[in-house]
């Protein structure tokens, strides 16, 4: 069998811990300080907690950040579990090229997802009169969240026994209502995934959506790109802490749920067996 | 109706958003202003070469330095016991939830002239350091911002060995050493494959991280491109051509690296 890590190994593991939380902790300790400076402490308040929640310009970010994110996560979720099962059934000669310009917008750097978006929007914009803006922002946000719900369901469509639809379908189902009862529920915890994905994907981006927003239109991430230009707000280190509590809190519960759910099947497990 | 035509709609839609936009990318590039053919937009690519260089300079640094401190983590994680796997993977992976505005935003106040890191030097009787606004802070960003990219696909190939093949090894005479040289490390080669993909694509467009930490002193490609379309520097077409080029080269690099990594699996046997 290996050996567990030395204490050398768990030191080096501690350390890069160290190296990836620091910066985290600077800002949350420096959200608390009560003058604008980011590195000398001078005393604990809450005041930048208060203008955060006052200020009306990053509040309506977030609220765009979280409509933006929920819209095109489900949009995103029903059209690419559509696109999944529709490529699934094709033939290869088909499929495979389909997969391939799926996956262009996965592996072109975000920048040129950006500006040939902005470019194409510009241009049927002048022709078709409309601004860069929500929409615009709405459509871009889809387009980069659809291939990873396609790769999160597409394995288990692969997984999924054909002989179960087949039998479905000999029982009287339609194609239609099989897709429904039989092929839906197996595939689910893939939709499920895409749907987290997406949503996460959608909430964290910065550079597609500052191509494609136009001027009137603001993410909380274009937000906060804003304020670290101005250099000067420990608002930011505030929100900093907020999303990095909200974020922790949630994993905890997903990890402690994922755990209990464990456990039960463990249980399930040694009860069929004894 | 067959199910092959529920991917109707999302094909037309790739069409419109997806494979369009790219088209007119490669249209831009060779046109001028009142639509005739031009090739002066590229022959323009020549001006930007130092740029080229830094950026793909800066983005293989920082792959380099992700692979060499990435990896010994995912090693050394991948033989603790599994809650303490679990826990670890999951504290590797919190900060990325963070946005990473705001994670290269804390670097500022650690690298800047007057900030944490300085300070701790001055305290303990050392010369400060100029870093903030130097090809440094940005490598030091890209490294912050992507290690766990590099870390996550390296530990999840280790990971899924076969412990018997460590015991075979092992039973046939050879040490640790040898286990790792000879198993576990060309393995693990397609993990730090993906990793390198997954580092050295945004590492090498970044805009943001080069404009908070070079304070406009590091010009990258994003940067050159972002003044091409939002900036002071306003000429789509040019910006066309500089993404054009760039996405080309990064094709062809991660060509030859797949190519790489096929020759690898089949030494190994996968």
Known sequence: MTRKPGLFGRVYNGLILLFLYAPIFVLIVFSFNSTKSRSVWSGFTFDWYRSLIQDSSIMNAFYTTIIIALLSAVIATVAGTFAAVGFYNMRRRWRTPLMHINNIPMMNADIVTGVSLALLFVSLGSALRFNLGFGTLLIAHITFNIPYVVLSVMPKLRQLDSNLVDAACDLGCTWLKAFWKVVVPEIMPGIINGLIIAFTLSVDDFVISYFTAGGNVMTLPMKIFAMTRRRISPEINALSTILFLTVLILLIVINVREAKQEEKQKEKLRRSQG | MKPKYLAIPYIVWMGIFVAAPVLIVVFYAFTTADGGLTLSNISEMGRF??????????????????????????????????????????????????????????????????????????????????????????????????????????????????????????????????????????????????????????????????????????????????????????????????????????????????????????????
């Not at chain 2, 992700?66 to 809650?83: F, N, T």
């Open chain 2, 49 to 270: 070469l130092p740029i080229f260089v830094r950026s793909f300079e800066l983005a293989f640094v920082s792959t380099i330095i992700c692979i060499v401190i990435g990896y010994p983590v995912a090693y050394i994680l991948s033989r603790e016991g599994a809650r303490v796997q679990r826990l670890i993977i999951m504290l590797i992976m919190l900060p990325m939830w963070m946005n990473f505005l705001l994670r290269t935003y804390a670097w500022m106040s650690i690298l800047e002239n007057t900030g944490l890191l300085n300070s701790l030097l001055t305290a303990l009787g050392l010369p400060a350091l100029q870093i903030i606004n130097t090809p440094s802070a940005v490598v030091i960003g890209m490294v912050y911002n992507f290690l766990p990219f590099m870390i996550l696909p390296i530990y999840s190939v280790i990971v899924k060995i076969d412990k018997s093949l460590y015991e075979a090894a092992q039973d046939l005479g050879a040490d640790t050493v040898s286990v790792f040289r000879k198993v576990v490390f060309p393995i693990s080669l397609p993990g730090v494959l993906s990793g390198v993909m997954m580092v050295f694509v945004p590492a090498v467009s970044t805009f943001v991280i080069s404009q908070l930490l070079g304070g406009g002193m590091v010009m990258m490609l994003g940067d050159l491109i972002d003044m091409q379309f939002l900036g002071s520097a306003y000429n789509p077409r040019l910006g066309s051509a500089i993404a054009l080029v760039m996405m080309i080269i990064v094709i062809l690099f991660m060509y030859v690296m797949n190519r790489f990594g096929e020759g690898e699996e089949k030494a190994v046997g996968l």
